[in-house]
């Protein structure tokens, strides 16, 4: 990647679910390159920030309103500087990525988007587990509860659990009695269940239990945020067929199919 192109322009980075060396070569490359770096600093691991210049001017986003980072941006694109944007995870998912799109394009400002490993994959991981199993689920699902932000209707979680595939939620561990008493009208109650608090961060946590004591569980631990739950059967991973993939009877375009007496 030829950072010399981007002066003047943003360049979106997903940093990862905590652990600082899960964010890409490719991010970051564009973070040791940045001269303003503007990071989701309540959920972006400090820590990446290490490898920047020592010139680099750093802003916390938390702290700060849309155009107030947009004033940030656009100041660095006068100056002609390179400007890194740090979301947590991948952009792509609850990153709030759009609307700083739309600013740019207004102003004409250039950007890129590098993506990251989302904490979906680094919960994953931690729970050691496969997301989609054969004969038990092959779809994921993910999304959040409803709260301020509000969604369709049709994508309540009530509607969703509908297809009792696994389920990835986001942004729903303050509202563990809510989500519960949404996914019981569909899933069973014994349902398996997993919350992974801050997924790869020296102090990630897990609690595993059931649709009919997962709430509980999350209480005594004292979740509050920063924790994916995920629901299905695919969590017991001694349920399901073997995939076709590794099977020896199974041919594809790079092997042949073996018989039963080879």
């Given amino acids: 990647m030829n950072f010399d192109e981007y002066k003047g322009k943003v360049i979106f980075i997903g940093a990862g679910p905590g652990a600082p060396d899960l964010i890409t070569v490719r991010g970051a490359e564009a973070i040791k390159n940045a001269d303003v770096i503007i990071y989701a600093g309540s959920l972006v691991n400090p820590e990446i920030l290490g490898i920047a210049k020592k010139d680099a001017k750093i802003y916390d986003s938390a702290q700060m309103d849309l155009d107030e980072i947009i004033a940030v941006i656009k100041q660095a694109h006068d100056e002609n500087k390179i ?3 740090v979301h947590t995870g991948d952009p792509a998912i609850y990153g709030a990525i759009a609307e700083q799109i739309n600013q ?9 988007i590098i993506p990251g490993v989302s904490s ?3 919960t994953a991981a931690a729970l050691e587990s496969q997301l989609t199993l054969p004969e038990v689920s092959q779809t994921i699902i993910i999304t959040r509860p409803e709260g301020r932000t509000p969604k369709p209707s049709k994508e309540s ?14 942004l729903g561990i303050h509202m563990i009695d809510k989500v519960v008493e949404e996914l019981k009208k569909e899933y069973a109650p014994d349902t398996p269940v997993a919350v ?4 790869t961060w020296p102090d990630q946590e897990i609690v595993r239990g059931t649709l009919d004591d997962i709430a509980q569980k999350v209480y005594d ?11 299905g059967d695919v969590l017991d991973q001694q349920s399901g067929e073997q995939s076709k993939l590794y ?8 092997r042949d199919a073996k018989e039963d007496d080879e």
Avoid: S
């Fill in 247 to 254: 099977d020896p009877h199974f041919a594809h375009m790079y």
């Fill in 221 to 231: 631990a004292g979740f509050t945020k920063t924790a994916m739950i995920v629901v």
């Fill in 104 to 112: 740019l394009k207004a102003l004409d400002i250039g950007y890129t």
């Fill in 196 to 199: 992974v608090k801050k997924a």
């Fill in 157 to 170: 979680l009530a509607k969703l659990a509908e297809h009792n595939a696994t389920m990835c939620i986001f």
């Fill in 83 to 85: 400007t890194a944007r």
């Fill in 120 to 122: 979906l994959f680094g």
